[in-house]
């Protein structure tokens, strides 16, 4: 039960666009369309933005979308804004025989 | 209002158990999966549990098998997590989440500190 890797920091200035990688293996990112995406703002519980590789919940502005190729999911943010300044987790689910999830190390994401 | 509100944690010494609860509102409970994710302080997220909507499939992370046992009451809309034989490295923030593909639902937290 490896961590997915997500690298440790990103930024981008306002209305650029930036993606944060996660990636995994066979096992879990390749193997399953349930990847998610998470923002955590400081002291607050996380926030499902992506679920199902591409999937918005209700609520979420369509700027945040995502994707996947292989062993590796992307998160895209485009027209930045001060307020996505937070950390940011995938994470690969299955309920296949078993539950079994993982998380990347989370991705810090500054707005210059 | 859908919501989830975890209690039960504290300051606990090594080798102590402590067991925390999440109450679930707003929502059908036993259609769903529910979860139990850590976050030690500064740090990432990590999975700790799982248990289906019947208590059928479980699941546990690697770092809490065979020490950690989750649990749901459906008619209680509650969701639990037994832990035994703690260690410093499980001080961390405990979130229920619940699931269906994905964790949509958090709670704000329950913390549990361990140490002596």
């Known amino acids: 039960q490896s961590a997915l890797t997500q690298p440790a920091s990103v930024s981008g200035s306002p209305g650029q666009s930036i993606t944060i990688s996660c990636t995994g293996t066979?096992?879990?990112?390749?193997?399953?369309?349930?990847v998610s995406w998470y923002q955590q703002h400081p002291g607050k519980a996380p926030k499902l933005m992506i679920y199902?590789?591409?999937k918005r919940p209700s609520g979420v502005s369509n700027r945040f979308s995502g994707s996947k190729s292989g062993n590796t999911a992307s998160l895209t943010i485009s027209g930045l804004q001060a307020e996505d300044e937070a950390d940011y987790y995938c994470s690969s689910y299955t309920s296949s025989s078993t539950f079994r999830a993982v998380f990347g190390g989370g991705t810090k994401l500054t707005v210059l | 209002e859908v919501q989830l509100v975890e209690s039960g944690g504290g300051l606990v010494q090594p080798g102590r158990s402590l067991r925390l609860s999440c109450a679930a509102s707003?929502?059908?409970?036993?259609?769903?999966?529910m979860h139990w994710v850590r976050q030690a302080p500064g740090k990432g997220l990590e999975w700790v549990s799982g248990?289906?909507?019947?208590?059928?499939?479980?699941g546990y992370a690697d770092s809490v098998k065979g020490r950690f046992t989750i649990s749901r009451d459906n008619a209680k809309n509650s969701l639990y997590l037994q832990m035994n034989s703690l260690r410093a490295e499980d001080t961390a923030l405990y979130y229920c989440a619940k699931a269906h593909d994905a964790f949509d639902i958090w709670g704000q937290g329950t913390m549990v500190t361990v140490s002596s």
């Open positions: 248990i289906s909507w019947n208590s059928g499939s479980i």
């Open positions: 199902d590789v591409s």
């Open positions: 707003g929502f059908t409970f036993d259609d769903y999966a």
């Open positions: 066979s096992s879990d990112v390749g193997g399953y369309n349930y």
